[in-house]
Nanobody, 121 residues
């Protein structure tokens, strides 16, 4: 019922930049917090950044000062601008959204399929 589609991943050299996008579509009442998570091979999925409907942001310590999360509520989009990329940033990046399907529903989570980000020379 709710779909999240990520885009913008790819191969980039250390120190480079990349911007990820996530588009939410389907039928729902409201999107609350949106965020980005990542998972490297053999590791658990970890939170990268989140942003509330009001624009409050939260970042993992490892990406503070390098990544910026933003959103366009009117278009149901969330972005992750990544700069000064490091090899340890290599992972599959997943978009997450906390969604209220109807005005009387509780909040649920939705995940995208992920987009690969590889930082290598």
């Amino acid at each position: 019922q709710v779909q999240l589609v990520e885009s913008g991943g790819g191969l980039v050299q250390p120190g480079g930049s990349l911007r990820l996008s996530c588009a939410a579509s389907g039928s729902f009442f409201r999107i609350n917090t949106m965020g980005w998570y990542r998972q490297a091979p053999g590791k658990q999925r970890e939170l990268v950044a989140t942003i509330t409907r009001g624009g409050d942001t939260n970042y993992a310590d490892s990406v503070k000062g390098r990544f910026t999360i933003s959103r366009d509520g009117a278009k149901n989009l969330v972005y992750l601008q990544m700069t000064s990329l490091k090899p340890e940033d290599t992972a599959v990046y997943y978009c997450n959204a906390r969604i209220v399907v109807t005005p009387f529903s509780s909040e649920i989570g939705s995940w995208g399929q992920g987009t690969q980000v590889t930082v290598s020379s």
